[in-house]
């Protein structure tokens, strides 16, 4: 039987980072042609104004390569209140582009403004219990969530997720755990990344799988190399540091259990998408080549 799961990879896997980090990143219709060349069937926006913003040439750029176009990332500093005005317009902005270019299934991919914080930033992966949200904190950071996932799915009936990731406040299990408990199930929904969960302290993926499964919505599939963790505590490096030693190594040669993933999605009928990512910064190696190889290693598993 074939699986029902679809896959796709993101920009950021050829460097198209949310943060300004040194090095060219190739332009929208490369990254857009490797994507399909390597095998995959869909992809994420990107930062806002990587790909076209108008909706229509967006539609076309997608289409001529048959791809679809699954979601993209919003960071909002959701603990200062603040900023949760600006993000929900920001949020609007980019879910108005997929809505309007027909892509109304698509998720916001919500997340905290990773790796703005400092502490947040130079111990990410050795966490530890410190650093974090205090309970006021963290419920306005969930309300901030609330607002956003609410302005969009009022808006244009789109679905929001949250992305739980190192450099941000939401990195632990504990992390994620208090943000579900703090949010509404039908409203905001988890983007469960198994790499930066690893990297965040957790152990076995499926702890994750098992007891938010119906918050689950959206998957990225990262893998994470132990051994680069380690010399990043032993030498203290940050996230940015930790990420240019390659952290994030290629599908199934780090320490996240795949297989046993996968057949756990597929025991549970899941449906939806699993979107590869492996941060590729410019000059760290060739990002077609590493999106083949997962494409492969993937298709090992029986996707």
Partial sequence: MSSKIKIANAPCSWGVLEFELEGQSPGYEQVLNEIAETGYIGTELGDWGFMPTDPEVLKVDLAKRNLSLLGAFVPVALSNEKAHEPGIHEALKVAGLMHEA????????????NGTVEYRTKNAGRINGHGGLTDDEMKTFAQGAEKVARAVKDKYGMRTVFHHHAAGYIETPQEINALLQLTDPDLLGLCFDTGHYKFGGGNNPLDVLEKHWSRVWHIHFKDFSSQVKASSVADNWDYFETVKN????ELGKGDVDFKSVKNFLEKNNYNGWIVVEQDVLPGMGNPKQCAENNRKFLQTLGL
């Fill in 246 to 249: 390659g952290v994030f190594c």
């Fill in 102 to 113: 027909g892509y109304k299934d698509a998720f916001i991919v919500l997340a905290d403004d």
